[in-house]
């Protein structure tokens, strides 16, 4: 019984996810001036809140612009925050420890072992993790490797 109920949340969740992005996205269609391109654990939290978006939105700015279109796209002022790659790093490996959904697949690793394991290995936590830790470039670029963001920021500044 409980697994059922746990499945049907699940299920309700990744719904209401879906609508809430569709909805983002909609907005920034018809409404919205700009476009916020959010990095995992760049601070993109704190913007995205300040800003007053329903739901964050990982994904890159060329699956952005193929969501908006590109004539769109080109409208809008667009930007993003990008962080130093080994305080990104750390700061994803602590918000793992801390997070009680992700500790079991953490467990005591240590951060380098925590790094090999979500890079080189086969397991679930490379599933999880490997998409995040991907360069910050990968997500402001389009196929020709050509930043399509208007402006780029850098958290430490």
Not at 43 to 51: Q, W
Not at 95 to 122: C, I, M, P
Request: one cysteine or more; a positive charge; proline letters at 2%.
């Amino acid at each position: 019984m409980t697994r059922t109920v746990r499945s049907f949340r699940l299920r309700l969740s990744r719904i209401k996810r879906r609508w809430l992005q569709a909805r983002v996205i909609a907005e920034q269609r018809h409404y919205k001036d700009f476009a916020f391109i959010h990095i995992p654990k760049c601070g993109g939290t704190s913007l995205t809140e300040a800003l007053g978006q329903a739901i964050k939105l990982h994904d890159t700015a060329r699956e952005r612009r193929a969501k908006l279109g590109a004539e769109r796209w080109d409208a809008m002022y667009t930007f993003s925050l990008v962080r130093h790659p080994y305080e990104r790093t750390i700061s994803y490996y602590s918000f793992h420890q801390r997070t009680s959904y992700r500790a079991k697949r953490v467990g005591e690793l240590s951060l380098n072992d925590w790094v090999r394991e979500a890079l080189h290995s086969d397991g679930r936590l490379r599933r999880i993790t490997a998409s995040r830790l991907r360069p910050c470039w990968d997500y402001l670029v389009d196929q020709h490797d050509r930043i399509i963001v208007d402006d780029v920021f850098r958290l430490e500044d």
